[in-house]
């Protein structure tokens, strides 16, 4: 069976927690945005000035950077067999989450 979920709630709501729980007991991976993120942030990457002055200005990642973060997890995760997921850390806004 494949899971597509999305865990949603306030900052401090161990959101991260329950994913990670539910990630090893559906046997499916675990996505943070914060981890793809600071997978990124070294000065090597292409995406590290957008994500640098975006962190060091207080400021939320582009959401064009984030979204091709996740598209490039999803896709190594398709091509490794990877059935569903578990995402944490997004949708960030109700546009996100409505998809408009």
Do not use: T
């Not at 709501?13 to 070294?42: E, F, N």
């Not at 292409?46 to 975006?54: E, G, P, T, V």
């Not at 990642?61 to 995760?77: K, T």
């Amino acid at each position: 069976m494949e899971y597509k979920w999305a865990f949603i709630g306030n900052p401090g709501a161990k959101k991260h927690v329950y994913a990670g729980k539910l990630s090893k007991l559906l046997q499916v991976p675990h996505i943070s945005i914060a981890s793809l993120v600071r997978q990124d942030l070294h000065p090597r990457s292409s995406l590290y000035k957008q994500i640098a002055n975006a962190v060091n200005n207080g400021k939320l990642v582009p959401e064009n950077v984030i979204f091709g973060l996740l598209s490039e997890r999803l896709e190594a995760g398709y091509y490794r067999g990877e059935c569903g997921f578990i995402l944490n850390g997004i949708p960030r806004s109700v546009r996100q989450a409505v998809g408009s």
